[in-house]
C-alpha cells in the first residue's frame, strides 16, 4: 500500500491486487518502530536500513495522517528495555554494549530511575535502559490510512488475489509485496516465522498506567509491552519457525507470564484477543529489496521479517524510486533478491 500511495503520487497509474488488505503479518505487528532495540549482532548493515527508515518516519506520519485524515497512533515517548534477574540483565546488557558501539542511542538506568519513568514496573526489574528513538505507531490504523491516501491518490483496489506473475506481468512493472506468499510468486526463499500475541485492555477503558512501551528479559524469556492511548497493550511475541497460525495455550501462558511479572498491575486487564500470524523470513533475516533476477520488470519488496513497520517509509521511497529511475539507490545493494541466487546482477547497471 505504501509503495502504491508513492507511485501514484508520481503520477504513475497503479492497481493494487489483493484480496484483504492487512490480513497479513501487518494485522497482528505490535508497531514497534525500532530500530535501537532490534539492533542484534551480525545484522550490521539491517541495523543501518532500520535507522535510516526510523528517522523518516516523523515527516511519513505526519504526511499521511494528513492525505487520510486518520490517527496513526503514532507515539514518541521511547523504549524501555529492562531485566527481570541479574542474569536477565547480564544478557540486556551485552546487547546493549554492542548497540552503543555501533553508535546507537540507548542509555543505562538503575532500577530507580527506570521506576522514576514507569512506577508500575515490578520491584524485582534489576536494571534497564532507554531507547529514545524507539517509537510506536499502530498497524491496523497504519493500513486504514495508507489505502484511504493511496485510493484518494487514484489507486485501484482489485480485491483478488494473484496465483502466478502471468497474471499481472502484462500491466508494465510489477512490485511483488506480497509477505510470505512472495516464495510462490517468485522463487527467492521467503519462509513464515509464527508469531503468537495478546491484546489487553484496562478495565476501564482509560489509557494504560505506563507511556513507554517496555521490551523485557524475564528468566530468560523475552517480551514486549505496548501501550496505546485507548487502553489497549499489546504482549507479545512468540517467534516459532512453523507455518500454522494456531494460538496455543503454551504462548499464552508464558507471554501473559513474563508480562505480569515485569507490570503486576496487567493481571487486571482484559485480555481480548490471543492471535498467530506469519512473519516473512528470508535466511539472513533481511528483506528483499529490488529485480527478480532475470525478471527486471518485476521489483520485490518482501522478506521484512520482524521490521515491516519501520521499514514501510524507506521501502516505499527506495522502490518508487527505482521504478520511476531505473537505476537502484545505493542503499538497496545489501538487500537486493539475486543475493539469494547466482545470477547476480551487475552493480549500478540500469534493470530496464
Not at 524475564?218 to 497493550?233: H, I, K, N, T
Not at 496487567?266 to 532475470?294: C, F, I, K, Q, S
Amino acid at each position: 500500500m505504501a509503495v502504491a500511495w508513492r507511485c501514484a503520487q508520481r503520477g504513475m497509474r497503479v492497481v493494487v491486487r489483493d484480496p484483504a488488505p492487512g490480513s497479513g503479518a501487518s494485522g497482528v505487528a505490535a508497531g514497534m518502530l525500532a530500530p535501537v532495540a532490534e539492533a542484534y549482532f551480525g545484522e550490521r548493515e539491517l541495523t543501518g536500513l532500520l535507522v535510516a527508515s526510523a528517522a523518516r518516519w516523523p515527516g511519513f506520519a505526519a504526511e499521511l495522517t494528513a492525505a487520510s485524515g486518520v490517527d496513526l497512533g503514532y507515539r514518541t515517548e521511547g523504549t524501555l528495555v529492562v531485566g527481570l534477574t541479574g542474569d536477565d540483565l547480564a544478557e540486556a546488557r551485552r546487547l546493549w554494549a554492542y548497540q552503543q558501539e555501533l553508535g546507537l542511542a540507548i542509555t543505562p538506568l538503575r532500577p530507580g530511575q527506570l521506576r522514576d519513568r514507569e512506577p508500575l514496573l515490578a520491584p524485582r526489574v534489576r536494571g534497564g535502559a532507554w531507547a529514545p528513538g524507539d517509537h510506536q505507531v499502530d498497524p491496523r490504523r497504519l493500513v486504514d490510512a495508507l489505502r484511504v491516501a493511496a485510493e484518494r491518490a487514484g489507486v485501484t483496489i482489485v480485491p483478488e488475489p494473484v496465483r502466478q506473475l502471468s497474471d499481472v506481468d502484462r500491466q508494465g512493472p510489477v512490485v511483488v509485496a506480497a509477505g510470505c506468499a512472495t516464495a510462490g510468486l517468485t522463487g527467492l526463499p521467503v519462509r513464515p516465522v509464527k508469531g503468537q500475541l495478546l491484546r489487553l485492555r484496562t478495565p476501564d477503558g482509560a489509557a494504560p498506567g505506563f507511556r513507554h512501551v517496555i521490551r523485557g528479559y524475564v528468566d530468560g524469556q523475552q517480551v514486549y509491552l505496548v501501550p496505546r492511548a485507548d487502553g489497549e497493550v499489546v504482549v507479545g511475541a512468540t517467534v516459532e519457525e512453523r507455518a500454522d497460525r494456531q494460538v496455543t495455550a503454551d504462548a499464552v501462558l508464558r507471554l501473559l507470564r513474563a508480562a505480569v511479572e515485569l507490570v503486576p498491575g496487567l493481571a487486571e486487564y482484559e485480555l481480548v484477543e490471543a492471535a498467530a500470524g506469519l512473519r516473512p523470513g528470508t535466511p539472513d533475516n533481511a528483506p528483499a529489496l529490488g529485480p527478480l533476477p532475470g525478471r527486471p520488470e518485476v521489483v520485490v519488496a518482501a522478506g521484512h521479517h520482524r521490521h515491516g513497520i519501520v521499514l514501510t517509509p524507506l521501502t516505499a521511497d527506495l522502490i518508487t524510486d527505482l521504478i520511476s529511475t531505473g537505476v537502484p539507490d545505493p542503499q538497496l545493494a545489501a538487500f537486493r533478491p539475486d543475493r539469494f541466487t547466482t545470477d547476480r546482477i551487475v552493480e549500478g547497471q540500469p534493470w530496464s
